[in-house]
């Protein structure tokens, strides 16, 4: 961590930890600048020196660029994307933000509001993400846009598809039972903040850290 710029208090992420674990014992560490998860977990796995079988992550990894590399790579994953846990709630599969609840027409190629506001294809978006992955947004606008509820109804059908196909593994008996994740460095070690600056001195830092912790979960289950 560094001090905030403003001199105000809190402090700003300087280096991104990963950690890969099995049976929350580690099996491969690494450190990064990139600011969120989205962008650190494909190169994290090409540092990742061991066959991978299954990926589990939580919702800051889910992108559709993850979910397709690792399709590519024909590696089991289970993967929560944004919004995945609020989606369960029974508020959200009722509400009409919810595109469940809304009627495709096919041969129109249109989608009708739950409250009748039909919204019809217009252009095809493309747009790049800072990691230079090109997405393909499809575009509606309502008939009556200024009385309809939103104006417009942007689709990315490709990741719409990644997603109901990670829900379904997510939402099955096997993925109930081993999506899990673990965050004990900073409880049971009051482990917080980086003693060292510079990328090779913070790695050290935190191999030194973690194989403490690993020496901990050795130790409870020899004793």
């Not at 009385?147 to 593994?169: F, I, R, T, V, W």
Request: hydrophobic share 30%; aromatic share 12%; net charge positive.
């Amino acid at each position: 961590m560094k001090e905030d710029h403003m001199k105000n208090g809190p402090l700003k992420a300087a280096y991104h930890l990963q950690i890969a674990t099995e049976n929350q014992f580690l099996l491969h560490y690494d450190v990064f600048s990139n600011p969120t998860d989205t962008k650190t977990l494909l190169p994290f796995l090409e540092t990742y020196p061991h066959d991978l079988k299954t990926v589990v992550v939580d919702a800051g990894y889910g992108s559709e660029e993850n979910l397709l590399r690792l399709d590519e790579k024909e590696v089991n994953h289970l993967m929560k994307y944004a919004m995945f846990d609020k989606g369960q709630k029974r508020g959200d599969t009722q509400s009409a933000r919810n595109l469940g609840n809304w009627y495709y027409n096919g041969k129109e190629d249109s989608y009708t509001h739950p409250d009748g506001w039909c919204y019809r294809f217009r252009p095809i978006k493309h747009q790049k993400t800072e990691t230079d992955f090109q997405e393909e947004i499809k575009v509606y606008y309502a008939d009556e846009s200024e009385s309809a509820p939103q104006k417009g109804l942007y689709m990315n059908e490709g990741y719409q598809h990644l997603k109901n196909k990670e829900c379904q593994a997510l939402l099955s008996p096997q993925g109930r039972q081993i999506f899990a994740v673990f965050g004990q460095i900073k409880a049971c070690l009051g482990y917080k903040r980086g003693n060292l600056r510079g990328m090779r001195q913070v790695r050290i830092d935190m191999g030194l850290v973690l194989m403490a912790n690993k020496l901990l979960k050795y130790n409870k289950r020899t004793t």
